[in-house]
């Protein structure tokens, strides 16, 4: 009777893995620890070159993106102030309808008060073109506001257009510093990113996720270094322990400093 394989249940990756979670299940690859250890440390090297090349960039990446962000707002500014110059431009032209209804209906009151039949009607007539003419003044000073609504918000428009132009400049200006950085140091970047992904695919994904949230927790990017004058962490420099110490130099497990949470490989690596 055939005996059945049993299937190793992969758990699941924590991105908050850290190396001390996976001190057990290190050694569990297809290359040896000593090797892993050894393209880890590599993979650190790399790392740090890309850390320098993109230092280089300094806060011109962020600098473009506010530009970008500001520039963007500003046009959404001045699409709001165009609708409302078009809704204050349709206004006046619904008040000046207005007017010009009134006034005919105006005219037409005044052809009827000649020939009226007694004074109630008069009255009555009366009335109606006082309240015509009321509501005619009202139109002509809603159609005055607008009017200066209009001219504040060309002139608001005008002002956020000669901004926009302004950050144009200034975007354009710090695009270009950053792309000539870029390019100065583009063949060295490919280079080394080819370089990473060689050593990336010797490593499983959860030494890599140990890995990457190392590196990102510390200010140095560091989360493989190798020891320190002989007998300190080359990451936090705290003195380690003779013992780790030997453990370090047989390259076959997994040393974390105990202080920074850093892995700790032999100097010979360098």
Excluded: W
């Excluded at 009366?126 to 002139?155: G, P």
């Excluded at 002002?159 to 200034?170: P, Q, S, Y």
């Excluded at 270094?225 to 780790?244: E, H, K, L, M, W």
């Amino acid at each position: 009777m055939a005996t059945k394989k049993i299937k190793k249940i992969e758990t699941p990756i924590d991105q908050r893995e850290t190396f001390v979670s996976i001190q057990k299940n290190f050694a569990d690859s297809d290359i040896s620890v000593a090797e892993k250890l050894k393209t880890l440390y590599t993979l650190q090297q790399i790392d740090t070159q890309i850390d320098k090349i993109v230092q280089l960039r300094g806060e011109l990446p962020l600098e473009v993106e506010a530009l970008e962000n500001e520039i963007a707002d500003r046009k959404a500014k001045a699409a709001h102030i165009q609708s409302q110059i078009e809704d204050y431009t349709r206004k006046i032209a619904e008040y000046k309808n207005q007017i010009v209804d009134n006034d005919s209906q105006l005219e037409k009151y005044r052809a009827q008060v000649d020939h009226v039949a007694n004074s109630r009607e008069y009255d009555s007539l009366t009335k109606e073109m006082e309240n015509l003419d009321l509501l005619r003044q009202i139109a002509e000073k809603n159609i005055s506001e607008a009017k200066e609504q209009i001219a504040n918000k060309k002139m608001d428009a005008e002002a956020v257009k000669e901004k926009i132009a302004v950050r144009n400049d200034d975007l354009k200006e710090k695009k270009d510093e950053l792309a000539d950085i870029i390019a100065s140091t583009a063949k060295d970047e490919e280079k080394l990113q080819a370089e990473r992904e060689k050593a990336v695919a010797k490593i499983d994904a959860r030494t890599m996720s140990a890995y990457e949230h190392i590196r990102s927790s510390n200010r140095n990017h560091l989360a493989v270094v190798s020891v320190y004058n002989g007998n300190a962490c080359g990451g936090c420099f705290n003195t380690i322990a003779p013992q780790r110490l030997v453990n370090i130099s047989a390259n076959n497990k997994l040393i974390v400093c105990e202080y920074c949470g850093r892995i700790l490989v032999n100097p010979e690596f360098e």
